[in-house]
């Protein structure tokens, strides 16, 4: 699951994963109210990672994290951000994110990260 307000960034990044062989994008949402409901759809499907932005329009995406592994025990959650300071990184790490990472690593790496985070 991608939530990502960014359109092009998203689907840059939907499109990316899309084509790696071992992933599979369920779903992507641009804002927490997308993100709630498509939780809410996809109760009988169990996600393995979601890729959070912090930054969305109707709140910060750190508010989702507690949703998303009540709904899916196992989940991994990875924070992407383009601007995050290390007091933040400590408080999504609280709030139950695996990982965080700044928006301006490669696709390769982002993949990278969540292919290591599927198979631990």
Sequence with gaps: MLVEDNDIFRELL???LGHEPDFEVVAK???L???RETLEGCLDERLD???VDL???DGDGTELIDEL??????ISVVVLSATIGAGKVSEVRKAGAD?????VRSYSTIAE??????SA
Excluded: H
Excluded at 69 to 74: D, H, L
Excluded at 113 to 118: G, V, W
């Design 14 to 16: 939907a499109f990316v």
């Design 55 to 57: 930054s969305l329009p």
């Design 113 to 118: 990260e969540l292919r290591r985070l599927t």
């Design 69 to 74: 592994r009540r709904s899916n025990p196992g």
């Design 33 to 35: 109210a997308e993100a």
């Design 99 to 103: 990982t965080v990472l700044d928006k």
């Design 29 to 31: 949402t641009s804002s």
């Design 49 to 51: 990672v979601a890729v």
